[in-house]
């Protein structure tokens, strides 16, 4: 039973995986076996990810590139094919937030939440299946969130986009199911990263959080590898299209 877990020889791209959940889903297939490549558009930060998870005896390459680049992305997928090895795994996870109520939200930020949630997953998914597919197998893993499901104030932009990566990983999984793909999304709900920082710092939301979720907590990134190494290995070959909530049950509560 082990062995379907087992990712050792596989390479694996992971977007967004500087730090926070992307970082969690890039060691939990490096600890798992994998080679990874792990990305963001900011170099020296990214680097010294790659250093801490080289040290910690993991086969990993930095490739920093803006997924939102629908040119860069093609020449980057290509290059790394070409250099490192061909893409078995790919987990789109790069993600922004930018909080603002709706009737005050800026055009810009609209199109930049848009661009780096919604389009990147489009720009690297295709890149990576349309190699994928003469191959016979791969895996697409999407992060979605508790926004694919429900919405809250002041991240209307966030909740549209996050909606739609729900709806783009079912229609992957549509489009490429056949050719021995699976896609499936994992939907992370409030967890101490980075990018929630600004709300667990924040005493009411924090009380909020903790009461609303049936689980009383926020989660931690480390809860998040169990279900990406299944959802990139063996274990997961006829699941397909769906998206794991990992959430402590708060979509499924009142």
Request: with cysteine; charged share 20%.
């Amino acid at each position: 039973m082990a062995s379907m877990f087992d990712l050792t020889g596989r390479l694996a791209l992971v977007t967004g995986s500087s730090k926070g959940i992307g970082l969690a889903l890039a060691e939990a297939v490096a600890e798992a076996g994998a080679e990874i490549i792990i990305n963001s558009r900011n170099p020296e930060e990214l680097e010294k990810t790659r250093a801490k998870l080289a040290a910690e005896g993991h086969k990993v390459h930095a490739v920093s590139f803006d997924v939102t680049d629908q040119p860069l992305v093609e020449a980057t997928v290509a290059r790394i094919e070409a250099e490192i090895g061909p893409i078995e795994i790919l987990f789109n996870n790069a993600g922004i937030q930018y909080r603002t109520p709706l009737d005050e939200f800026p055009v810009e930020a609209w199109r930049q939440v848009m661009a780096t949630n919604l389009d990147s997953v489009f720009y690297v998914g295709q890149a990576v299946a349309k190699r994928m597919i003469p191959r016979g197998h791969g895996k697409i893993v999407n992060t979605c969130s508790l926004g694919s499901e429900i919405a809250r104030q002041t991240i209307a932009p966030y909740t549209a986009a996050k909606g739609a990566v729900k709806m783009l990983t079912k229609g992957m999984c549509a489009d490429w199911a056949r050719h021995g793909l699976q896609i499936n999304g994992i939907g992370p709900g409030y967890f101490k990263t980075e990018l929630n920082r600004a709300l667990f710092e924040n005493p009411e939301f924090d009380a909020w959080v903790k009461q609303r979720t049936p689980a009383a907590r926020w989660g931690d990134v480390d809860e998040l590898k169990g279900v990406a190494v299944f959802l990139a290995s063996d274990a997961a070959t006829f699941v397909n299209g769906h998206i794991v909530y990992v959430d402590g049950g708060l979509v499924s509560a009142l």
